[in-house]
């Protein structure tokens, strides 16, 4: 069975036709829908327009001679005509439209009180969608004052020569704007990447001198890691930028550029008024680039709008700039987040560096934020280390506190540490530590029986361990063993056959300088 097909839209054009087939051959309702494909309800209510309005035959009167009077005729609003008939300024209607709070009904009561025998508020907004779809447009889009800011990147590039090299570069425009005021910024950077993105978002929220409440942006890789309309995963430097800001992104959707058509418009009027002027300049540096945007930018912003007769700058003056929240006493510094695993040595590998964290978190995964000049480490949203970043790639940094223990007490050791623990105890166990790791190539490789030494404090009086000390160097017994026997054996408490040995500058380090010192 063929489909039927859909009835098309009645024009005025055709309400003449039913008018003439209905009163002039006389044929049926259904006869004037076959013949003009028309559906029979709709001719029905045309005819019952028609007869409403007083037209019963053919030819039609006088007061229908052309389109506009007989639609006028047929679809004439119901009512008291008005008295007075001085329209509003339409221009600043759509102006105080976009102050917080202000609505096309209290603007209509207003109207209504200036002019009492003025339109209803039905015509009122017919008038008004008629005048916005007349304007430019600035107005088919209405913002509220502070609501938001629109980024995206321009598609043309300027080059900029390296005059070292002279290899050239494509500099890309990163252009924000203001909703309501329409008041535009752009900047220039040699690439979309996330720090050159972020950068520009700053810089404009600086140019305009506060924060609005949202940012409406394309989903560009560097910024928006999943590209979801109702849950967008944004990258967490670029969330952290918001929250810095007290501000929320809105990603638009892919390829649909009415999300953001503010800024659409705003990329083809920087194209046209700012980078088509500079297209026979040459620029070596971005610093140049940059100061010639900013002239053309600034007589941008201060040449009036068609259709609105203010400038950008007088309308963000004049509506914009007190609805923006401030901005924080310095700018967002820019940080990139990773994600690393601990070791087993509580150290995490950032850039091939190692930074130490607390030992507990062995194993586990740390959010890492990295800056130019910190590295911070996150775990369960709790900052459990903080290091300044080393420029160099390589080496370890440690804090001994993420140790345990027992790797504290060898980190700290030095002869110069050992010597000075032993000289608390005597001159004479000072020295024979001294000897300990002056005997051996390596002074760490005394440290164990340095160690040893000092732990005998804690089971024998400091007297006894100081004599037993000075009987070893007496019988030159240079070990943890002789001393700990002498101890048990009672020995310490016989006077020995030498004097105890004195400490001479003859005592040195492997670097020529005294140990005990």
């Not at 004037?32 to 028309?38: A, G």
């Not at 629109?150 to 598609?155: K, R």
Request: positive net charge; aromatic residues 8%.
């Amino acid at each position: 069975m063929p489909r039927r097909k859909q009835a098309r839209r009645t024009t005025v054009k055709d309400l003449r036709s039913i008018l003439r087939l209905t009163h002039e051959q006389g044929l049926s309702v259904r006869a004037v829908s076959e013949r003009l494909k028309i559906s029979k309800t709709s001719v029905s209510t045309y005819l019952l327009r028609a007869r409403e309005a007083g037209i019963s035959d053919w030819p039609l009167p006088l007061g229908c001679d052309n389109d506009a009077s007989l639609e006028r005729l047929l679809f004439r609003r119901v009512g008291r005509p008005p008295q007075d008939l001085d329209e509003p300024d339409w221009a600043m209607i759509s102006r105080e439209l976009k102050r917080k709070g202000v609505t096309l009904t209290l603007l209509w009561q207003e109207y209504r009180a200036a002019h009492p025998d003025g339109y209803g508020y039905t015509w009122f907004c017919d008038r008004f969608g008629a005048f916005q779809r007349q304007a430019s447009a600035t107005f088919r889009n209405r913002h509220e004052a502070g609501a938001v800011m629109q980024t995206d990147y321009a598609g043309h590039t300027v080059p900029v020569v390296d005059p070292d090299t002279g290899v050239i570069c494509q500099a890309q425009i990163f252009v924000a704007v203001l909703g309501a005021s329409s008041f535009t910024f752009a900047h220039a950077s040699f690439s979309q990447k996330l720090p050159d993105w972020i950068e520009g978002q700053c810089r404009a929220l600086t140019f305009f001198g506060g924060v609005t409440k949202a940012i409406v942006c394309d989903n560009l890789k560097a910024g928006v890691a999943k590209a979801l309309w109702f849950e967008p995963t944004l990258n967490q430097t670029f969330a952290a930028m918001a929250e810095y800001y007290d501000t929320t992104i809105l990603p638009t959707r892919s390829r649909k550029p009415r999300d953001k058509g503010k800024v659409e418009g705003a990329v083809l009027i920087v194209e046209r008024w700012v980078l088509a002027r500079l297209r026979n300049r040459r620029f070596f540096s971005l610093g140049d680039l940059n100061a010639a945007i900013a002239v053309l930018l600034e007589d941008l912003n201060n040449r009036p709008m068609r259709h609105v007769g203010k400038s950008r700058r007088e309308l963000f003056e004049e509506i914009e700039r007190t609805a923006l929240s401030p901005l924080p006493p310095v700018p967002f510094e820019y940080a990139e987040w990773k994600s690393a695993k601990v070791h087993p040595d509580y150290h995490v590998e950032i850039d091939r560096t190692f930074y130490s964290v607390p030992h507990a978190l062995i194993g586990r995964r740390v959010d890492v934020r990295l800056t130019h000049r910190v590295v911070e480490l996150f775990h369960d949203h709790k900052r459990v280390a903080s290091h300044v970043r080393r420029s160099q790639r390589c080496g370890h940094v440690t804090v001994n506190e993420h140790m345990p223990k027992a790797h504290q007490r060898y980190a700290n050791t030095t002869p110069a540490n050992l010597i000075r623990q032993a000289a608390g105890i005597g001159a004479n166990t000072a020295i024979l530590v001294e000897r300990m790791m002056r005997d051996r190539p390596h002074p760490e490789q005394g440290y164990r029986s340095a160690f040893g030494i000092l732990s005998l404090a804690r089971r024998y009086e400091r007297d006894r361990l100081e004599a037993a000390c000075a009987r070893a160097l007496a019988i030159n017994a240079i070990t943890y063993s002789s001393v700990n026997a002498i101890l048990k054996s009672g020995l310490d408490r016989v006077p020995p056959a030498a004097e105890p040995v004195k400490p001479t500058p003859s005592h040195t380090n492997i670097r020529g300088g005294s140990y005990y010192q």
